[in-house]
């Protein structure tokens, strides 16, 4: 996988109602990630076509929508993933541990914007 910045698509899987839109800066195995309410950091390995990681997850901004409740709580949250990529993008499934006993599970697309 090459070093680059990526926007980045995440959908909640299992019935959970959950989205979130992005940017992603990978390089050299480190992953810093972040939208308008959360950002991420962590880590990555890749070989042949395939990679996987982790990274911890913390809301910076509250929703503007009182009624939007978070799917984390205003609390770290750690994910694990695995998926494929090329030179245009990369697609993954993981899982998030929220609060040491609810996993929730993702898919994220990623696209190339910018090589770094």
Not at 1 to 19: A, C, P, R, T, Y
Not at 28 to 46: A, E, N, R
Not at 79 to 103: I, K, Q
């Amino acid at each position: 996988m090459k070093n680059g910045l990526f926007s980045i698509h995440i959908e909640m899987l299992d019935g959970v109602k959950g989205h979130d839109s992005g940017v992603t800066i990978l390089r050299d195995g480190h992953l810093i990630s972040g939208g308008p309410y959360f950002w991420s950091v962590g880590s990555y390995t890749v070989g042949n076509g395939t990679w996987k990681g982790y990274f911890a997850t913390n809301q910076h901004t509250d929703f503007p929508d009182p009624f939007v409740r978070p799917l984390f709580g205003k609390q770290e949250v750690t994910s694990g993933f695995s998926g494929t990529y090329t030179d245009d993008g990369a697609e993954v499934f993981g899982t998030t541990l929220v609060g040491g006993n609810r996993s929730l599970s993702f898919k994220a697309t990623l696209k190339r914007l910018a090589d770094l």
